[in-house]
Protein backbone atom coordinates (compact mmCIF):
# COMPACT_ATOMS: atom_id res chain seq x y z
CA UNK A 1 0.00 0.00 0.00
CA UNK A 2 1.00 3.58 -0.75
CA UNK A 3 2.16 5.74 2.47
CA UNK A 4 0.02 8.43 2.75
CA UNK A 5 1.53 12.06 3.68
CA UNK A 6 0.02 15.07 5.11
CA UNK A 7 2.82 17.90 4.53
CA UNK A 8 2.36 20.87 6.69
CA UNK A 9 4.30 23.90 5.10
CA UNK A 10 4.53 22.29 1.85
CA UNK A 11 4.46 25.94 -0.39
CA UNK A 12 7.86 26.15 1.37
CA UNK A 13 11.46 24.76 0.55
CA UNK A 14 11.37 21.92 2.50
CA UNK A 15 7.73 21.52 1.45
CA UNK A 16 8.14 21.94 -2.41
CA UNK A 17 10.85 19.51 -2.33
CA UNK A 18 9.22 16.97 -0.55
CA UNK A 19 6.36 17.20 -2.83
CA UNK A 20 9.38 16.84 -6.05
CA UNK A 21 10.69 13.09 -3.89
CA UNK A 22 6.62 12.29 -3.76
CA UNK A 23 6.14 13.06 -7.25
CA UNK A 24 9.39 10.62 -8.43
CA UNK A 25 7.66 7.65 -6.73
CA UNK A 26 4.12 7.53 -7.44
CA UNK A 27 3.48 3.92 -6.82
CA UNK A 28 5.07 4.70 -2.89
CA UNK A 29 3.65 7.46 -1.80
CA UNK A 30 -0.36 9.37 -1.93
CA UNK A 31 -0.17 12.99 -0.49
CA UNK A 32 -4.15 13.34 1.55
CA UNK A 33 -3.23 16.65 2.55
CA UNK A 34 -1.56 20.12 1.83
CA UNK A 35 -0.92 23.38 3.55
CA UNK A 36 0.27 26.76 3.68
CA UNK A 37 0.18 29.69 5.12
CA UNK A 38 0.16 32.12 2.04
CA UNK A 39 1.30 31.30 -1.18
CA UNK A 40 -1.32 30.83 -3.27
CA UNK A 41 -0.38 30.32 -6.52
CA UNK A 42 2.10 27.87 -5.93
CA UNK A 43 -0.37 26.19 -3.25
CA UNK A 44 -2.92 26.07 -6.33
CA UNK A 45 -0.41 24.65 -8.48
CA UNK A 46 0.32 21.30 -5.78
CA UNK A 47 -3.40 21.02 -5.34
CA UNK A 48 -4.12 20.56 -9.11
CA UNK A 49 -0.82 18.19 -9.39
CA UNK A 50 -1.72 16.22 -5.84
CA UNK A 51 -4.89 16.37 -5.42
CA UNK A 52 -4.73 15.49 -1.88
CA UNK A 53 -8.05 14.50 -0.11
CA UNK A 54 -7.42 18.16 2.35
CA UNK A 55 -5.92 21.50 2.66
CA UNK A 56 -5.29 23.51 5.34
CA UNK A 57 -5.45 27.64 5.03
CA UNK A 58 -4.36 30.09 7.49
CA UNK A 59 -4.30 33.13 5.72
CA UNK A 60 -7.93 34.71 4.05
CA UNK A 61 -6.71 35.49 0.61
CA UNK A 62 -5.11 32.18 0.08
CA UNK A 63 -8.41 30.89 1.34
CA UNK A 64 -10.09 32.41 -1.50
CA UNK A 65 -8.04 32.18 -4.17
CA UNK A 66 -8.56 28.24 -3.45
CA UNK A 67 -12.41 28.86 -3.28
CA UNK A 68 -12.50 30.33 -6.65
CA UNK A 69 -9.79 28.65 -8.43
CA UNK A 70 -9.62 24.91 -6.83
CA UNK A 71 -11.99 21.94 -7.24
CA UNK A 72 -13.69 21.67 -3.57
CA UNK A 73 -15.53 18.62 -4.14
CA UNK A 74 -12.70 16.60 -4.90
CA UNK A 75 -10.28 18.20 -1.70
CA UNK A 76 -12.13 19.70 1.19
CA UNK A 77 -10.47 23.40 2.75
CA UNK A 78 -10.36 24.10 6.27
CA UNK A 79 -9.00 27.66 7.01
CA UNK A 80 -8.00 29.77 9.97
CA UNK A 81 -5.33 29.38 12.72
CA UNK A 82 -6.45 26.17 13.55
CA UNK A 83 -6.31 24.48 10.17
CA UNK A 84 -3.46 22.50 10.48
CA UNK A 85 -4.32 21.24 13.86
CA UNK A 86 -7.83 20.21 12.46
CA UNK A 87 -6.28 18.80 9.27
CA UNK A 88 -4.74 16.71 11.35
CA UNK A 89 -7.49 15.39 13.78
CA UNK A 90 -10.35 14.37 11.26
CA UNK A 91 -7.97 12.65 8.18
CA UNK A 92 -5.92 9.52 8.34
CA UNK A 93 -2.09 9.39 7.28
CA UNK A 94 0.70 7.51 8.03
CA UNK A 95 3.34 10.21 8.09
CA UNK A 96 3.28 13.91 9.11
CA UNK A 97 5.94 15.70 7.40
CA UNK A 98 6.37 18.72 9.30
CA UNK A 99 7.97 21.58 7.31
CA UNK A 100 6.38 24.97 8.24
CA UNK A 101 8.55 27.53 9.82
CA UNK A 102 9.14 28.90 13.12
CA UNK A 103 6.92 28.17 16.09
CA UNK A 104 3.48 27.23 13.70
CA UNK A 105 3.61 23.75 13.57
CA UNK A 106 3.93 22.81 17.33
CA UNK A 107 0.46 22.51 18.16
CA UNK A 108 -0.38 20.46 14.99
CA UNK A 109 2.88 18.54 15.70
CA UNK A 110 1.84 17.91 18.82
CA UNK A 111 -1.85 16.66 17.44
CA UNK A 112 -0.44 14.28 15.37
CA UNK A 113 1.82 12.74 17.91
CA UNK A 114 -1.56 12.38 19.80
CA UNK A 115 -2.93 10.77 17.48
CA UNK A 116 -0.10 8.27 17.08
CA UNK A 117 1.08 9.35 13.35
CA UNK A 118 5.15 9.23 12.87
CA UNK A 119 6.33 12.80 12.17
CA UNK A 120 9.21 13.66 9.48
CA UNK A 121 10.09 16.82 11.41
CA UNK A 122 12.00 19.57 9.19
CA UNK A 123 10.58 21.90 11.44
CA UNK A 124 13.66 22.88 14.28
CA UNK A 125 11.32 25.84 15.99
CA UNK A 126 9.05 22.58 17.40
CA UNK A 127 11.85 21.03 19.61
CA UNK A 128 13.22 24.21 20.67
CA UNK A 129 9.97 25.56 21.94
CA UNK A 130 8.46 22.50 23.53
CA UNK A 131 10.94 19.47 22.98
CA UNK A 132 10.78 18.01 26.33
CA UNK A 133 6.79 17.98 25.93
CA UNK A 134 7.13 16.60 22.27
CA UNK A 135 9.75 13.90 22.93
CA UNK A 136 7.73 12.83 26.09
CA UNK A 137 4.73 12.86 24.10
CA UNK A 138 6.25 10.84 21.55
CA UNK A 139 7.82 7.92 23.74
CA UNK A 140 4.17 7.82 25.82
CA UNK A 141 2.40 6.92 21.96
CA UNK A 142 5.31 5.12 20.78
CA UNK A 143 5.89 7.35 17.78
CA UNK A 144 8.74 8.06 15.71
CA UNK A 145 10.43 11.44 15.29
CA UNK A 146 12.27 11.22 11.89
CA UNK A 147 14.49 14.39 11.75
CA UNK A 148 14.88 15.59 7.91
CA UNK A 149 17.75 18.17 8.65
CA UNK A 150 20.55 16.87 6.98
CA UNK A 151 22.55 16.97 10.18
CA UNK A 152 20.06 15.95 12.44
CA UNK A 153 18.84 12.98 9.45
CA UNK A 154 23.37 12.16 9.23
CA UNK A 155 23.40 11.66 13.13
CA UNK A 156 20.21 9.39 13.02
CA UNK A 157 21.42 7.23 9.78
CA UNK A 158 24.75 6.74 12.03
CA UNK A 159 23.32 5.79 15.53
CA UNK A 160 21.15 2.82 13.35
CA UNK A 161 21.69 0.02 15.36
CA UNK A 162 23.88 1.80 18.27
CA UNK A 163 23.56 2.15 21.54
CA UNK A 164 23.11 6.03 22.33
CA UNK A 165 25.11 4.93 26.19
CA UNK A 166 28.20 3.84 23.75
CA UNK A 167 28.48 7.54 22.23
CA UNK A 168 30.93 10.18 23.09
CA UNK A 169 29.41 13.29 21.60
CA UNK A 170 28.66 14.23 18.09
CA UNK A 171 29.59 16.98 15.73
CA UNK A 172 27.27 18.85 14.21
CA UNK A 173 28.71 20.05 11.09
CA UNK A 174 28.28 23.58 9.92
CA UNK A 175 29.17 25.86 6.56
CA UNK A 176 29.84 28.76 7.87
CA UNK A 177 27.50 30.59 5.98
CA UNK A 178 27.77 33.57 3.80
CA UNK A 179 29.99 35.55 6.90
CA UNK A 180 32.17 32.74 7.47
CA UNK A 181 35.19 34.62 6.20
CA UNK A 182 33.74 37.93 7.59
CA UNK A 183 34.83 40.79 10.28
CA UNK A 184 32.49 41.91 13.11
CA UNK A 185 32.33 45.27 11.33
CA UNK A 186 31.88 43.81 7.55
CA UNK A 187 29.07 42.06 9.38
CA UNK A 188 27.15 45.06 10.99
CA UNK A 189 27.21 46.49 7.88
CA UNK A 190 25.73 43.72 6.02
CA UNK A 191 22.81 43.94 3.69
CA UNK A 192 19.35 41.39 3.33
CA UNK A 193 21.11 40.46 -0.35
CA UNK A 194 24.30 39.57 1.32
CA UNK A 195 22.68 37.56 4.21
CA UNK A 196 20.71 35.58 1.82
CA UNK A 197 23.32 34.47 -0.10
CA UNK A 198 24.23 31.06 1.00
CA UNK A 199 27.32 29.14 -0.66
CA UNK A 200 25.79 26.10 0.01
CA UNK A 201 22.07 25.27 0.25
CA UNK A 202 18.78 26.60 -1.06
CA UNK A 203 16.52 27.42 1.70
CA UNK A 204 13.82 30.03 2.85
CA UNK A 205 15.03 33.46 4.06
CA UNK A 206 14.21 32.77 7.67
CA UNK A 207 16.29 29.65 8.06
CA UNK A 208 19.13 31.21 5.60
CA UNK A 209 19.21 34.41 7.96
CA UNK A 210 19.49 31.93 10.94
CA UNK A 211 22.64 30.19 8.61
CA UNK A 212 24.45 33.45 8.38
CA UNK A 213 23.90 34.21 12.18
CA UNK A 214 24.62 30.96 13.31
CA UNK A 215 21.77 30.63 15.08
CA UNK A 216 20.55 27.48 12.97
CA UNK A 217 23.45 25.86 14.76
CA UNK A 218 22.71 26.99 18.21
CA UNK A 219 18.89 25.59 17.24
CA UNK A 220 20.20 22.10 15.93
CA UNK A 221 21.88 21.85 18.74
CA UNK A 222 19.18 21.96 21.28
CA UNK A 223 17.20 20.22 18.86
CA UNK A 224 19.79 17.23 18.82
CA UNK A 225 19.77 17.75 22.65
CA UNK A 226 15.80 16.05 22.88
CA UNK A 227 15.91 13.93 19.58
CA UNK A 228 19.25 11.95 21.02
CA UNK A 229 18.92 12.09 24.21
CA UNK A 230 22.55 13.83 25.24
CA UNK A 231 23.86 16.65 27.18
CA UNK A 232 24.51 19.94 25.57
CA UNK A 233 28.02 19.28 26.08
CA UNK A 234 28.04 16.30 24.18
CA UNK A 235 27.12 18.40 21.39
CA UNK A 236 29.58 19.53 19.32
CA UNK A 237 29.25 21.93 16.59
CA UNK A 238 32.51 21.94 13.79
CA UNK A 239 32.52 24.53 10.65
CA UNK A 240 32.78 22.41 7.72
CA UNK A 241 32.36 24.83 4.42
CA UNK A 242 32.26 21.54 1.95
CA UNK A 243 28.81 20.79 3.55
CA UNK A 244 29.55 17.05 2.34
CA UNK A 245 30.50 15.74 5.52
CA UNK A 246 26.52 16.28 7.04
CA UNK A 247 27.33 15.32 11.07
CA UNK A 248 29.44 12.89 12.90
CA UNK A 249 28.94 10.53 16.24
CA UNK A 250 32.01 9.82 17.94
CA UNK A 251 31.72 6.80 20.19
CA UNK A 252 33.57 5.63 23.11
CA UNK A 253 36.15 3.61 21.87
CA UNK A 254 37.20 6.28 19.57
CA UNK A 255 35.59 5.40 16.00
CA UNK A 256 33.79 8.27 14.26
CA UNK A 257 30.80 7.36 11.62
CA UNK A 258 30.10 10.19 9.46
CA UNK A 259 27.60 10.45 7.03
CA UNK A 260 28.02 12.09 3.68
CA UNK A 261 25.87 13.11 0.53
CA UNK A 262 26.05 15.72 -2.52
CA UNK A 263 24.23 18.79 0.08
CA UNK A 264 20.34 18.33 -1.70
CA UNK A 265 17.87 18.36 0.85
CA UNK A 266 16.13 15.77 -1.22
CA UNK A 267 18.23 13.25 0.48
CA UNK A 268 17.09 13.22 3.85
CA UNK A 269 13.73 14.03 3.04
CA UNK A 270 13.64 10.46 0.68
CA UNK A 271 15.57 8.47 3.62
CA UNK A 272 12.48 9.83 6.35
CA UNK A 273 9.51 9.37 3.57
CA UNK A 274 10.95 5.86 2.84
CA UNK A 275 12.30 5.10 6.32
CA UNK A 276 12.79 2.53 7.15
CA UNK A 277 13.28 1.24 3.83
CA UNK A 278 15.88 2.59 1.72
CA UNK A 279 14.80 3.89 -2.31
CA UNK A 280 16.52 3.76 -5.02
CA UNK A 281 17.52 7.68 -6.45
CA UNK A 282 18.48 9.58 -9.13
CA UNK A 283 20.22 11.41 -7.57
CA UNK A 284 23.57 12.30 -8.77
CA UNK A 285 26.17 10.44 -6.59
CA UNK A 286 28.74 12.14 -4.47
CA UNK A 287 31.94 12.24 -6.41
CA UNK A 288 34.82 12.27 -3.54
CA UNK A 289 37.52 12.93 -6.12
CA UNK A 290 35.53 15.71 -7.50
CA UNK A 291 34.96 17.47 -3.94
CA UNK A 292 39.30 16.52 -3.98
CA UNK A 293 39.55 17.88 0.01
CA UNK A 294 37.24 18.26 2.96
CA UNK A 295 38.14 21.00 5.42
CA UNK A 296 36.89 21.54 9.27
CA UNK A 297 37.59 24.09 12.02
CA UNK A 298 36.25 25.75 14.92
CA UNK A 299 33.24 28.19 15.45
CA UNK A 300 34.03 31.62 16.24
CA UNK A 301 31.47 32.42 18.92
CA UNK A 302 33.04 36.17 19.27
CA UNK A 303 31.46 37.02 15.63
CA UNK A 304 28.86 34.51 16.02
CA UNK A 305 27.71 34.64 19.60
CA UNK A 306 23.85 33.69 18.71
CA UNK A 307 25.69 30.13 18.65
CA UNK A 308 26.54 30.59 22.39
CA UNK A 309 23.07 31.98 23.13
CA UNK A 310 21.85 29.11 21.96
CA UNK A 311 23.77 27.01 24.43
CA UNK A 312 23.09 28.60 27.06
CA UNK A 313 19.41 28.62 26.59
CA UNK A 314 19.35 24.94 26.32
CA UNK A 315 21.85 24.86 30.15
CA UNK A 316 19.08 26.78 31.56
CA UNK A 317 16.24 25.13 30.15
CA UNK A 318 13.05 26.03 31.25
CA UNK A 319 11.34 28.75 28.69
CA UNK A 320 14.47 29.98 28.32
CA UNK A 321 14.59 28.10 24.89
CA UNK A 322 11.58 28.93 23.62
CA UNK A 323 11.91 32.60 24.63
CA UNK A 324 15.76 32.66 22.53
CA UNK A 325 13.73 31.17 19.54
CA UNK A 326 10.64 33.44 20.03
CA UNK A 327 13.46 37.08 20.12
CA UNK A 328 14.90 35.70 17.02
CA UNK A 329 12.10 34.84 15.24
CA UNK A 330 11.05 38.72 15.52
CA UNK A 331 15.00 39.49 15.00
CA UNK A 332 14.90 38.06 12.12
CA UNK A 333 12.15 39.54 10.41
CA UNK A 334 12.81 42.82 11.79
CA UNK A 335 16.26 42.50 9.59
CA UNK A 336 14.25 41.17 6.40
CA UNK A 337 11.77 44.60 6.71
CA UNK A 338 15.34 46.63 6.99
CA UNK A 339 14.40 47.57 10.63
CA UNK A 340 17.00 46.53 12.35
CA UNK A 341 20.85 45.90 11.10
CA UNK A 342 22.48 42.45 11.13
CA UNK A 343 24.46 42.93 14.34
CA UNK A 344 21.80 43.66 16.12
CA UNK A 345 19.66 40.51 15.71
CA UNK A 346 22.19 39.12 18.03
CA UNK A 347 21.34 41.67 20.73
CA UNK A 348 17.81 42.17 20.39
CA UNK A 349 17.98 37.91 21.44
CA UNK A 350 20.43 39.14 24.09
CA UNK A 351 18.26 41.69 25.87
CA UNK A 352 15.08 39.82 25.76
CA UNK A 353 16.85 36.37 27.39
CA UNK A 354 18.33 38.84 30.14
CA UNK A 355 14.59 40.15 30.62
CA UNK A 356 12.86 36.85 31.16
CA UNK A 357 12.79 34.79 34.41
CA UNK A 358 13.14 31.80 33.46
CA UNK A 359 10.32 29.08 34.49
CA UNK A 360 11.56 24.91 35.04
CA UNK A 361 9.46 22.55 33.97
CA UNK A 362 7.16 24.65 31.90
CA UNK A 363 3.46 23.42 30.73
CA UNK A 364 2.77 24.16 27.52
CA UNK A 365 0.77 27.20 28.04
CA UNK A 366 3.66 28.89 30.30
CA UNK A 367 5.44 28.09 27.25
CA UNK A 368 3.45 29.74 24.77
CA UNK A 369 2.71 32.99 27.59
CA UNK A 370 6.93 33.14 27.28
CA UNK A 371 6.88 32.97 23.98
CA UNK A 372 4.59 36.09 23.54
CA UNK A 373 5.97 38.09 25.99
CA UNK A 374 9.18 37.52 24.29
CA UNK A 375 7.92 38.67 21.02
CA UNK A 376 6.65 41.56 22.63
CA UNK A 377 9.63 42.40 23.75
CA UNK A 378 11.55 41.83 20.69
CA UNK A 379 9.42 44.21 19.01
CA UNK A 380 10.02 46.89 21.26
CA UNK A 381 13.60 46.66 21.49
CA UNK A 382 13.26 46.12 17.44
CA UNK A 383 11.19 49.53 17.23
CA UNK A 384 13.59 50.92 19.65
CA UNK A 385 16.64 51.05 17.45
Not at 77 to 100: H, S
Not at 286 to 305: K, M, N, Y
Not at 335 to 360: C, K, N, P, W, Y
Request: glycine letters at 8%; proline letters at 4%; hydrophobic letters at 40%.
Amino acid sequence: MKKRIIILGSTGSIGTQTLDVISQYPDRFAVVGLSTLGQGEIFLRQIETFSPAVVAVSDEETAAAVRARADLHRTALLTGPDAMTQMIAEWECDLVVAATSGSAGLCPTLEAIRRGRNIALANKETLVKAGQLVMGLARERGVHILPIDSEHNAIFQCMAGQRIEDVRRILITCSGGPFLNHTREQMERATVADALAHPRWRMGPKITIDSATLMNKGLEVIEGHHLFGLDIDRIDVIIHPESIVHSMVEFVDGSVLAQMGPTDMRLPILNCLAWPERLASTMEPLDLCEVGRLTFREPDEERFPALGYAREAARRGGTLPAVLNAANEVAVRSFLDERISFGEIARVIRRVMDSHQTIANPTLEQIEQSDQEARRRAEEYALAR
